[in-house]
Structures are given as C-alpha cells and as structure tokens.
C-alpha cells in the first residue's frame, strides 16, 4: 500500500505526459478533472482582473479591464488544451511551445493526497493532482496571477 502512494502520482504523470504529447483529449479526460480545473481558473483569473481594475486610476484602463473579462471562457479553454498544458511553464503562450515541453515536468508531493506538477522552468506554475479513490487526477491549474 504505500508503495501505491508512493508511485501513484509518478504513473498518473507519466499517462498525463502521454496523452499531452499524442493530443488525445479522451486520455486526457482521465487525468484531469475538466469541470473544476475550469471553474476554479475562471475565478482565479476573475479576481486577478478585478484586483487590476480596482489598481486602475484611469477610467479607460478599468473599462478596457472590464472588456477583457469577456476573454476569461476563451483564455480557459485555450489552457486547457494538450497544446495549453504543453506551454505551462515555459513563458510561451499557448499552441507556441512544443508538446515534448511535458517531458519536463517535475513532480513534487503536497501531502499523501496532493500533489504538485510543474515544468522545471518555472516550480511556481503548475497542476494539482489529487488522489480520487485509487486514481490521482489535475484538479487545479495554477499560474501566478501578478
């Protein structure tokens, strides 16, 4: 058993990596869970654009802001592709970077149940896998929002 624990989240990487890089969305589907990841980045980056448009003293900027949070659904679903999950990490906007970029993806434990994805790059962007039963799945994208 804790050998499972232990290797676990290294099996569902390396499946999550495979399905990235051969762009089979239904594989995909078994490693991320799509309707959270979605949600919970549409509310990071809401909030990340509120707290800019709050910064904002020039009423142009704030409704420019504002315009731009109509972007927020295709900017989510433009992350959550293989050619999105490829470019985590690398500073390149998503469909720029090539898909191997995964096979740089580290892995760091965030407790028995999380854990952390993240291109060598960049250790502060990255997946949460979390254990699902006897499965690990991404259940949270995360980017700094600066």
Do not use: C, I
Not at 13 to 30: C, P
Not at 53 to 60: H, L, N, P
Not at 69 to 91: F, H, K, W
Not at 126 to 136: A, D, I, M
């Amino acid at each position: 058993m804790g050998g499972y624990l232990l290797l676990s989240p290294f099996f569902a990487l390396r499946g999550l990596v495979d399905a990235v890089e051969r762009q089979d969305v239904q594989a995909l589907e078994q490693y991320v869970d799509f309707p959270r990841v979605r949600e919970a980045l549409k509310v990071d980056l809401q909030a990340s654009l509120m707290r800019e448009m709050q910064k904002q003293k020039d009423a142009f900027a704030a409704l420019g802001l504002l315009l731009a949070g109509g972007m927020v659904n295709a900017l989510v679903d433009a992350l959550l592709t293989p050619e999105g999950l490829a470019s985590l990490g690398t500073g390149k906007e998503p469909g720029q970077a090539p898909l191997e970029e995964v096979r740089h993806w580290k892995l760091r434990f965030l407790g028995l149940s999380r854990a952390f994805v993240y291109h060598e790059a960049d250790p502060r962007s990255g997946l949460v896998l979390e254990r699902q039963g006897w499965r690990w799945r991404v259940v949270r994208f995360q980017v700094p929002l600066e």
